[in-house]
């Protein structure tokens, strides 16, 4: 694949709203004319922001989140895999069904959570994502074409991680991010959440000399060999 061919982008967490990290930088790749897909392991269904509904509708009002969310953005299409919240498990199962969903979408990269999260539901998450790239490329495990594309695989941000820090630059997007803040926001009655969206893609920024930033740990990146260091 050339580079000025488009690209496909996945973002996958464990609960509708922890994509609200990445929104900025899923906007960028949207502007640019690449697919972003957005995922998560659950539904989140256990949330105490929704202390009146059962687990069934809690279902079926975060999958609406999760649609409009995907409006914001202009993302391409939303996947729950239903692993069951505060259940995500790495087993078998989980990591082959993450595995042929990326051999049907064949990623060019993938965002997840940090490998340190303290919520369990986060760190199994990220490790899943990040197992299921070697399966996907493995036919016989998955029984479909496989995907043996070399993949990005970016983390948030962590201060543990030994992995490289890339920032990615969404001052141009910081409406869209914003948009999706409010949006939670609103539902679950979140107090000063713009102010939190801004604040923290500020302090990104003046680490990376830009006026917005959103922050990873970088754990595969392929860059293109050249004969010179700057």
Request: proline share 3%.
């Amino acid at each position: 694949m050339e580079d000025s061919e488009p690209k496909t982008i996945i973002a996958i967490f464990s609960h509708p709203d922890d994509e609200l990290g990445c929104v900025g930088t899923l906007a960028n790749h949207v502007q640019r004319g690449d697919q972003v897909i957005l995922a998560w392991t659950t539904h989140g269904e256990l949330t105490t922001l929704l202390p009146d509904m059962s687990e069934e509708e809690v279902r079926r009002i975060r999958q609406q989140h999760g649609e409009e969310i995907r409006k914001i953005i202009g993302a391409a299409s939303i996947k729950f895999f239903d692993m069951g919240d505060n259940l995500v498990e790495m087993n078998q199962k989980n990591r082959l069904d993450i595995a042929k969903f990326y051999a049907e979408t064949k990623p060019d990269a993938i965002i997840t959570w940090g490998e340190n999260n303290s919520h369990s539901d986060h760190r199994n998450t990220g490790d899943l994502a990040l197992l299921a790239i070697q399966t996907a490329r493995i036919e016989k495990a998955i029984g479909m074409e496989p995907h043996r594309k070399n993949v990005k695989f970016l983390r948030y941000w962590e201060k543990q991680s030994q992995f490289p820090v890339k920032h990615i630059e969404v001052t141009d997007v910081m409406d869209t991010v914003l948009e999706c803040g409010n949006y939670y926001g609103e539902i679950y009655n979140w107090k000063s959440v713009e102010k939190w969206m801004r604040n923290s893609r500020i302090a990104k920024g003046m680490e990376s000399g830009v006026e917005f930033a959103e922050k990873f740990n970088v754990r595969f990146e392929f860059a293109k060999p050249s004969r010179y260091i700057v």
